[in-house]
């Protein structure tokens, strides 16, 4: 049969057929087609017709990229041509060998019949990778009858190549190696596999970093050359992070939330649920993940739905929503080297149950690098190595300051009591911290305030949440043992998470008795601080200042405090004997009731790191997400400070007279706080 196209006539036949019709006899045609090239199929084509999973859930299936929908476009990345390098990383058990290692080499072996490269930290390792990650995978294939039989890599036992009967070869390279060894060697495709335990230079080698020693034998043969690496997240400074983040595209793995449509990323610090469970069982039921742009905790049903449907984003690349759809903006850095991660979300192998149970183990365990295979091996993040810990500061240290003041009652000394509340989205954290002039801080209170969830009223919640905490708490004061009603001095309401609900709340509040305040220093998220310089709109006290804010907050005033300076004064007061000054001291409780304070003052430590290029560096660490009373504590010790700052320098309002002490009613004490001022108008930002 012929078609017409555009004036030509076409023929249905191809190949030999379309060239010599029946002028061939049977024979003669059969040996021809034949002889023809077979053709080369895709990565994503030879990955699903070929490999057969070797072990796992789906052990004797085929791959099949539906189960894991983002892994058929890495594979469409391979054959994109647009990269030379592939860098990847993801969680433990989440395809990163399969995809950047087995089936490359087998691609390049039995499809392509190349020669390949496999890179390895150390030749005693090479025999173990190929007979742990990559023989397995073959022998469930229909390659299995291409294994050799006799000869180099047919019986086992350490070998430096693995001639398969096709005549392709597989060469093992160590980082170690010597030069010679490694020049006298070339191919096209070159896969490297544990990167981060080889990037320095072997005792044998002088030709320097053994990553492009072993990947320059691929030189020949130009922009044809193809390389793959693979390797768990190590520190900030290993090599696969570098080469995926600085070198390469930074490209992650995006998935739609299956409420609000938005693409994102699954982060580590918006898996709830586990933090506040008092067992392991509870923590995994509690289990969900809050989706960045519309607040909404995942289920299970929520996150298969969401993986159905992932997208790769680069650096420089977001996606947006064009009439009614979501697509990719924006053009990825312009590299030779494709680098991709992902992590433990993405895996429908890994519930979220099993991420919280790994979450609350390693919060509750007394050994701090029991954090980093969470880091490394879930969430696909860097851990670094602390060279020293400068805090030392433990849960045993802390509950030996607990005294025999009862639980809401400020000690007979006490000359001022101050609040800090710490505002979050379900939950705002808050403590109320005495003093007098023996310089001993004294906790009386902390807690937790509930704000009722809800996607549309979570701003108008937190505010309704914060409004009640003052009118029933805050405005009530606390009293002494002989019911002496000490108010509040102070209260700081942390801005960094909701600025303008606390502007707005602050505002109601008769400021400066609530003033907005926002920690600044080396902790993660934190603005770093620094040195303010003197302003008429400006108040700068002991590691802290209170400015007036710019339009159109001008009627704002903000005090930001050095997070580091007023967290070291927290670790330094809990570790220091009963007796001293600056000694933090806790209210009467059995042990079991501090635990989680002690959990959460616990959470950041004061370590020092060696940074290449730089030096020592002395910074705050945070190691585990609830740190919520260790805030709170800092800005209780500052907002003490602030008080006396005023009372020595000038003179504050008085607070209204309380409703009814949170203990027993009784007078206002005429030396408490603000109390003090008589005069409202001597109050005054500036100097």
Known sequence: MEVADQGFVVSEQSGFD????????????????????PKVRTYRQFAEAEIVLPNGPKKGRHFDVDFMPFTGLLLDMFDSGAYRRFFASGNVQGGKTLM????????????MIEDVILGVPMMDLAQGIYQERLLPIIQSSRFRNQLPTSGSGSRGGKTSTVRFRNGTLLRFMAAGGSDAAMSSHTSRIICLTEIDKMDQPGA?????????????????????????SECTMSTAYGRINTEITKFGTDTKVVIPCAHCGHYVY???????????????????????????????IWTEADRAESLNSPMLVSRGQEIKKKRGKFVLVGDAPKTSTFGVRWNAMHSPLVPMASIAEREWRAAHSDNPNDMKPIHQFIWTLPFDEKLTDLSALTRAIILTKITKTPHGIVPDTADKVVVFIDVGLYQCWWGAIASGPDGRPHIVDYGCIDVGQGRETAKSAILSALRAFRE????????????????????????GYEPGIVYEFVLEGTQPRYLAAKGLGTARNELAWKKPKEHKDRQIGDEWVMSRMAPPNRDI?????????????????????????????????????????????????????FVPGIGPRIYWNQLHRSNHYLDVTYGCLC??????????????????APKAANAASAPISEGSGYAQAKDKAMWKIGR
């Open 18 to 37: 379309a060239l010599f019709g029946e002028s061939l006899d049977g024979e003669t045609q059969e040996f021809v087609r034949h002889s023809e090239a």
């Open 100 to 111: 950047l290692l087995a089936i490359p080499v087998m691609y390049s072996l039995f499809e």
């Open 204 to 228: 044998t080698s002088r030709e320097g970093d053994p990553l492009q020693q072993i990947e320059a034998r691929s030189a020949a043969f130009g922009l044809q050359a193809r390389v793959f």
């Open 266 to 296: 699954p982060e580590r610090e918006y898996f709830t649920g586990w933090q506040d469970a008092d067992s392991q069982e509870e923590a995994e039921q509690a289990a969900g993940y809050v989706c960045q742009e519309c607040g909404v």
């Open 472 to 495: 029933d708490t805050i405005e009530h004061g606390w009293a002494k043992a002989d019911g002496t009603v000490m108010p509040v001095d102070l209260t700081l309401i942390d801005s």
């Open 557 to 609: 005033i903000l005090v930001e405090l050095h997070s580091d300076y007023w967290k070291r004064l927290v670790h330094a007061g809990l570790a220091a004997p009963a007796a001293a000054k600056g000694s933090i001291m806790l209210y009467a409780a059995d042990e079991k009731t501090h635990l989680t304070y002690c959990k959460q003052v616990l959470a950041e430590r004061e370590e020092e790191q």
């Open 639 to 656: 907002g003490l400070n602030i008080v006396d700052a005023i009372r020595g320098v000038q003179a504050a309002p008085p607070p209204p």
